[in-house]
């Protein structure tokens, strides 16, 4: 059994696709960035605590699997926006250029406490956006609950020119990735 200790309707629809069972359980973790960290390590130290804050059945037995995605633009980490106009302005800025998206990964053993942490990282370059194309966008897609203000899975071939790495990391979940690490975890 799995535990996903997230929220995200996006992680839970990709999970899915790994056809194997899994349940939704709450984390009490509060995403923090150090400064001095670089962002694999603050997608990685994100995703440990938010695995280990989850809040497991007693006795579970199965991986816990904590996440957590941000966006590294300009030497900053640009995480969920606090407003439509700062959502709006996050594209402005990214509009026409690149940036990284970090997804931190850990699974958890929650019976003994053994975790494995890891991450991915994907390039993503932005169309020139208008102002018009921004506003179709959030039609579509609220903005405030997803890193960037952005989600790949809304885009209408408006807004990204290219990806390089996994796309479903952009979304939230490096499938990958957290194919390798269950078949490492044995």
């Given at each position: 059994m799995?535990?996903?200790a997230s929220r995200s309707p996006r992680r839970r629809i990709?999970?899915?696709?790994?056809?194997?069972?899994?349940?939704i359980v709450p984390s009490s973790h509060r995403e923090t960035i150090r400064r001095r960290a670089t962002p694999a390590r603050n997608a990685m130290r994100n995703?440990?605590?938010?695995?280990r804050k989850a809040r497991v059945p007693a006795r579970a037995q199965g991986l816990v699997i904590g996440a957590d995605t941000f966006l590294y633009f300009r030497g900053r980490v640009i995480g969920k926006p606090r407003t439509m106009a700062h959502a709006r302005r996050l594209l402005r800025a990214l509009s026409g250029r690149s940036?990284?998206?970090?997804?931190?990964l850990c699974l958890l053993d929650p019976a003994t406490g053994r975790f494995r942490a890891s991450y991915a990282r994907s390039r993503v370059t932005f169309k020139p956006l208008s102002d018009?194309?921004?506003?179709r966008l959030f039609s579509r897609s609220s903005p405030l609950d997803k890193a960037g203000g952005y989600a790949l899975q809304a885009d209408r071939g408006e807004l990204i020119e290219r990806i390089e790495g996994s796309r479903t990391n952009v979304i939230g979940l490096p499938l990958e990735?957290?194919?390798r690490e269950l078949a490492r975890w044995k």
């Open positions: 799995l535990y996903l990709l999970l899915k696709r790994l056809r194997r069972s899994f349940r995703a440990i605590g938010k695995a940036h990284w998206v970090y997804t931190g018009v194309s921004i506003r990735l957290l194919r």
